[in-house]
């Protein structure tokens, strides 16, 4: 069982929330050149989990929930860095931490309403969401790397994008799960119904 927990892809994602510490240190540390490295090797080592993962076939439900807990850590300790930092609008760092707090408190009134985990695949607005975030703090690293490789236009549209989809996404899952909530309140009527008796076996029943 621990070796089917600790496998290869489990290990790179634990590896990849291991380097959020130094992530922050060597940004706090003013090393933007080393921190910009530490931020693009956890991007691919993103994508090489997931591969290694598919190819093994040794996905794990400890996977599937340290993954995407990887990429928020990682997202959101850069983005609060950043905001506090200036170097990218508070704003924006207020709609993407609000969005994952509304996610996950929605998923867990959910769950305590009706007794039963949401299944939720990642849409295209929220891939797109989660690339526009990488992208944003990607943009801001290299500025700070280098200055002279500074793009003001290509900063600025990635920031309303960011925004965009931020919010799109987050009333896409609001909306996913409401409908859900009612699929599960129509599924527990629909059972109601058919457990109770008709009329005829309940007088037949109370006759006997």
Known sequence: ???????????I???RIGAIPLFLILLTAGKYTEALLVFVLAGVTDSLDGAL?????????????????????????????????????RWLTIV??????????????????TGHAMTVKPTLV????TFFQLLTVTLTLVSLHNPSWTFPLLWRVTIILTGGATVVSGW??????????????DKQSASGDNNQPNSDEARQRYSA
Not at 1 to 11: D, E, I, K
Not at 96 to 113: E, H, N, P, Q, T
Not at 172 to 185: E, F
Request: contains cysteine; charged residues 10%; glycine residues 8%.
């Open 1 to 11: 069982m621990r070796s089917a927990l600790l496998n290869g892809p489990n290990l």
């Open 13 to 15: 994602t634990l590896l």
């Open 53 to 89: 993962a598919r190819l093994t076939n040794s996905r794990t439900t400890l996977g599937a929930y340290i993954d995407p807990l990887a990429d928020k850590l990682l997202l959101v300790s850069s983005f609060l860095f950043l905001a506090v930092a200036g170097f990218i609008p």
């Open 96 to 113: 993407i931490i609000s969005r994952d707090v509304l996610i996950l408190v929605g998923f867990a009134v959910l769950f305590v309403m």
């Open 126 to 129: 929220g891939k797109a969401c």
């Open 172 to 185: 896409q899952y609001l909306s996913r799960g409401l409908l859900w909530l009612s699929q599960q309140g």
